[in-house]
């Protein structure tokens, strides 16, 4: 009887766990699927992938599963990155400081390993590198990621719907590229 | 056969499905997550000031991955989900509900519902109101309704929930830095119910 209890037990603990771990990993590989499908352009969805960064449109959100509690108000852009390209050099433009903005970058793992608000910025422009090469110095600010793969996102808060379009220009001046 | 099925493989078949079952409450909010995951509460909201921080523990990297990937982090955010009014029972459908409570100090906040699938709720436009768009009484409070009905409530701010089961959750962004040492200071939203609708 003991040896059955520690065989359902440990089979538990060990199902439990192994799912635990991985559960971040399945939810980023559905994301990467829904990245890959957004490639076919749907109309009402509008120029969602432009060279590498892919724009998010509120009213394209709610089928996607990878898409969990998305909140109406933002704006998001994101940035799948693969450092096996080489370094990452992002520049986006930044908004007055009467608008939340920020930058967030996450590991594979769901992690952020950096992040920056609008209020920390002096300029209308944010440049900055992301590599995982901890002895990289540079005359911009650097992020340090510690996978080789990983997604920066981008939040900006729209006062209004109204503001969508305006605010849809001003963010697709994102530029990014390997370094 | 059967001597070695129930010695060998009923244990190991029943503990790939324990570990399953017990893996599943960590995929979406109910008050097992809510309760299990560990966290902050305040009255019947719950917040995880460690969310999407390196340190988190891996139920809490799980959950996040599952009900709101790549969530914003300390001390840009404070996350609070709610799925109870005041009585404690579950944010229903089948019933109106006054949201009220005293504006956090902050850059920017919101409430927004969302189903228990972790969805939104269409049209999503009339299932937020935040500090841009919300009035603020002569008490210092806001006063949202809750509804599938807002024709009911002609000049009220609404969250229009479409008659769908739901869980509120209230962003906080740029807080008042002292929220973090005192949860208590944090300002949370009260969650009355007001009539079955119909």
Redesign the interface.
């Known amino acids: 009887m003991g040896n059955w209890i520690i065989k359902f037990l440990g089979t538990a603990i060990l199902i439990h766990g192994l799912l635990i771990w991985t559960g971040p990993e399945i939810v980023m590989r559905k994301l990467d699927r829904d990245l890959e499908a957004a490639k076919i352009f749907e109309s009402e969805c509008g120029e969602r992938w432009v060279d590498g960064i892919f724009y998010i449109n509120p009213s394209c959100l709610s089928n996607k599963q990878s898409a969990r509690k998305p909140n109406p108000d933002f704006l998001y852009f994101l940035i799948p990155y693969d450092l096996s390209n080489g370094d990452l050099f992002v520049s986006t433009p930044v908004p007055p400081n009467d608008r939340y903005w920020s930058i967030h970058a996450h590991n594979r793992n769901t992690d952020a390993f950096y992040r920056i608000t609008n209020t920390e910025i002096n300029g209308k422009r944010f440049e900055f590198l992301i590599t995982k090469n901890k002895n990289k110095t540079s005359n911009i600010p650097i992020a340090y990621a510690t996978s080789k793969k990983g997604v920066i996102l981008n939040r900006l808060v729209m006062k209004d719907f109204s503001e969508y379009e305006s605010l849809d220009i001003f963010r697709r001046s994102t530029f990014r590229e390997y370094r | 056969m059967n001597k070695v099925f129930y010695?060998?493989l009923?244990?190991?078949l029943?503990?790939?499905l324990?570990?399953?079952a017990?893996?599943y409450p960590?995929?979406y909010t109910n008050p097992i997550s809510m309760s299990l995951i560990g966290g902050i509460k305040r009255n019947q909201w719950v917040t995880h000031f460690d969310l999407?921080?390196?340190d988190?523990n891996?139920?809490l990297?799980?959950y996040?991955?599952?009900?709101?990937?790549?969530?914003?982090?300390r001390p840009?955010v404070i996350y609070f989900e709610a799925m109870n009014d005041d009585d404690g029972k579950i944010l229903s459908g089948e019933n109106d509900y006054i949201l009220r409570g005293i504006p956090p100090k902050s850059?920017?906040w919101?409430f927004?519902i969302?189903d228990y699938e972790?969805?939104?709720i269409?049209p999503?436009?009339e299932?937020?109101a935040?500090s841009?768009?919300s009035t603020i009484k002569d008490n210092g409070e806001y006063e949202i309704i809750l509804t599938a009905n807002p024709e009911k409530y002609s000049g009220k701010q609404i969250i229009n929930h479409g008659s769908n089961n739901f869980t509120i959750?209230m962003?906080i962004?740029?807080p008042n830095l002292k929220y973090y040492e005192d949860k208590n200071s944090i300002p949370v939203g009260r969650i009355k119910k007001v009539s079955p609708h119909g």
């Open positions: 010695r060998s009923l244990p190991i029943l503990g790939i324990i570990g399953g017990s893996f960590f995929t999407s921080m390196k988190q891996p139920w990297r799980n996040i991955a599952f009900i709101g990937l790549l969530g914003s982090i840009e850059r920017y919101s927004v969302y972790n969805s939104q269409d999503f436009e299932t937020v935040n841009f768009r959750i962003r962004y740029g």
